[in-house]
């Protein structure tokens, strides 16, 4: 038997479209009850009236149609806020509503900006090179007094440490003496 190998990632499945229709996800509880309130009026309409009133068969699955296109339209998601209805009202009356605006886009003002931050890079850099010597040397004087003071404390540490350690005497030995039995 061939085995599918099947990469599922969980999240994404969405656990509110149901039987995996991404059509019925994001529903109202409105639109649920209007689409499958129309599905069931159709069903039973296509199984009653040819039953109760003897409705010729195109009638009930034209009813049946209708019902249906009404529940899709008002009861399906296109996307999460629009449903097929007001899809299909865009899509074949395109409405549109007029936007006025001014352009940003000017490329002399552009250009400008990028002038204007050309030049004050230019003078950050100048700044940098322009910096005082004396003031250099003596943050360097200090730096170096740092380094040195903190390494003689460090090595004064050690030296105590060492110091300390020739006065304990339990970590040697003395003498070392077997026990034979005869």
């Given at each position: 038997m061939a085995q599918m190998n099947r990469n599922v990632n969980l999240e994404e499945i969405?656990?509110?479209?149901?039987?995996?229709?991404?059509?019925?996800?994001?529903?109202?509880?409105?639109?649920?009850?209007?689409?499958?309130?129309?599905?069931?009026?159709?069903?039973?309409?296509?199984?009653?009236?040819?039953l109760f009133f003897s409705t010729p068969r195109i009638v009930c699955i034209l009813?049946?149609?209708?019902?249906?296109?009404v529940g899709v339209a008002v009861?399906?998601?296109?996307?999460?806020?629009?449903t097929y209805g007001k899809y299909l009202y865009y899509f074949f009356f395109?409405?549109?509503?007029?936007?006025?605006?001014?352009?940003?886009?000017?490329?002399?003002?552009?250009?400008?900006?990028?002038?204007?931050?050309?030049?004050e890079e230019e003078m950050l850099l100048r700044k940098k090179q322009q910096a005082d010597p004396k003031a250099?040397?003596?943050?360097?004087?200090?730096?170096?007094?740092?380094?040195?003071?903190l390494s003689v404390l460090i090595g004064a540490?050690?030296?105590?440490?060492?110091?300390k350690d020739k006065k304990n005497?339990?970590?040697?030995a003395e003498e070392i003496t077997e026990v034979v039995d005869e």
């Open positions: 969405d656990a509110d479209a149901l039987f995996g229709i991404d059509a019925l996800k994001n529903q109202t509880i409105l639109q649920k009850i209007v689409f499958f309130g129309s599905v069931i009026a159709g069903v039973l309409l296509n199984v009653l009236l040819p009813i049946f149609m209708a019902l249906l296109m009861g399906c998601n296109y996307t999460e806020d629009m395109k409405p549109s509503t007029p936007l006025y605006y001014r352009s940003t886009e000017d490329a002399k003002k552009i250009r400008e900006a990028a002038k204007k931050l050309e030049i250099q040397r003596k943050l360097l004087i200090k730096v170096i007094a740092f380094v040195v003071i540490v050690f030296v105590a440490g060492h110091i005497l339990h970590h040697r």
